[in-house]
């Protein structure tokens, strides 16, 4: 059909496996994470909240996660935002954005497909090393 656009999505089996990727890096890391997949529509595909994990840092995650679908990681939307004082003062005020470190985008063959956001460590580093471990997952893929 003329008017349909075939795109790719992430299944449930990757965004579970890379849920367990990144908790499996975050036991190894000694800290507590909840870690959130969702797909390219904003829509909660896979989450996990580590025993320990601070309750807040739940939203967190899966706000990482939403502002990566914009398609750059969360800290390089902060780079972005934060040499305009407008942007830095007016998009932390829109709903389900965070513009700070954790929140990658997934992307399969070049192409969005999710994003993933991870949070409840106590560095900013420590939720990105998780997020990395579960993007290894995806073969040729660099973020």
Known sequence: MANVVKKYGISSEL????VN???AKARELGVAENVAILDDGGNLKAFSRMDG??????????????????????????????GD???????????????WGGGFPIKVNG??????????????????????????????ETQ
């Open 15 to 18: 965004a579970q496996k890379m």
């Open 21 to 23: 990727a990144a908790v």
């Open 53 to 82: 994990a601070p309750i807040p840092t739940i939203e967190m995650a899966q706000n990482k996660a939403y502002t990566a679908l914009l398609g750059v990681s969360t800290q390089d939307f902060f780079n972005f935002i934060q």
């Open 85 to 99: 004082p407008s942007l830095l003062a007016g998009i932390p005020t829109i709903a389900r954005i965070a513009a």
């Open 111 to 140: 192409e969005l497909v999710g994003a993933i956001g991870v949070s409840g460590a106590p560095t900013v580093q420590n939720d990105v090393d998780c997020v990395r471990a579960a993007l290894a997952l995806i073969p040729g």
